[in-house]
């Protein structure tokens, strides 16, 4: 089973270049997240969709936007990147209905965005 | 809001040592509490969860009991291995609006040594 797949692993970005990063689940999952990784701040939710066709807010979404094209899939964009968005970026999903909350996530191997 | 707030690390140890990484939490609701792992280079794995108060989950010789009076949920391993060296991250899930979110702490590095 693949699980969760993002495309690309790595990519180096100049200051003002935007760029999509994709995922892409085969768990039939109902809900499917981002995040960003930073030394010594864990975790942080970009955006997230509870269900195919909604998308919220996290924790750190500024300068970011994303799209549920499909049940599968869940791409976040930079528009416009920032030396502060390098980061490693985690996608992940979980087969959550509404009213069930003891589900774990399933993560990606993550993509190493650097902006220079 | 809720939280989740790990011992800072690394945590260093010889292997076949005894292994405590503490993790207390806050939450507004009743939420399921969660252990992941991440090795180099991958994303993170659950390694074991707890949904009820005095559940204890456990795996690969990890466990933790969730514990509702002191709203923690330590991660314990009576004998570590070299190859549990990883980054433990204590994470919950609580419902907001209609979602159920995640957070999680900040993780905590574990060095285990020949």
């Known amino acids: 089973n693949a699980g969760v797949t993002q495309t690309p692993k790595f990519q180096v970005l100049k200051t003002g270049q935007s760029m999509t990063l994709q995922c892409a689940q085969d768990m039939n999952h109902n809900s499917m997240y981002w995040y960003r990784q930073d030394p010594g701040m864990g975790l942080r939710l970009i955006y997230y969709?509870?269900?195919?066709?909604?998308?919220d807010k996290g924790e750190v979404p500024n300068g970011y936007n994303v799209s549920r094209l499909n049940k599968r899939e869940f791409s976040l964009r930079l528009e416009s990147a920032a030396p502060s968005q390098t980061s490693v970026y985690f996608c992940?999903?979980?087969?959550?209905?509404f009213g069930v909350g003891n589900q774990p996530q399933h993560f990606g191997d993550g993509t190493r965005l650097s902006i220079l | 809001g809720n939280s989740v707030t790990q011992m800072e690390g690394p945590v260093t140890l010889s292997e076949e040592a005894f292994l405590t990484i503490n993790c207390t939490y806050t939450?507004?609701?009743?939420?399921?509490l969660f252990w992941y792992v991440q090795y180099p280079g991958e994303g993170l794995q659950l390694l074991l969860k707890a949904t009820k108060a005095d559940d204890k989950g456990s795996n690969k010789g990890f466990e933790a009991t969730y514990r509702k009076e002191t709203t923690s949920f330590h991660l314990e391993k009576g004998s570590v291995q070299v190859s549990d060296s990883a980054v433990y991250f204590c994470a919950l899930s609580d419902r907001t609006g209609g979602s159920y979110i995640p957070t999680f702490g900040r993780g905590t590095s574990l060095i285990v040594h020949p």
């Open positions: 969709s509870a269900s195919e066709g909604t998308t």
């Open positions: 939450a507004t609701g009743y939420p399921s």
């Open positions: 992940a999903s979980t087969d959550r209905d």
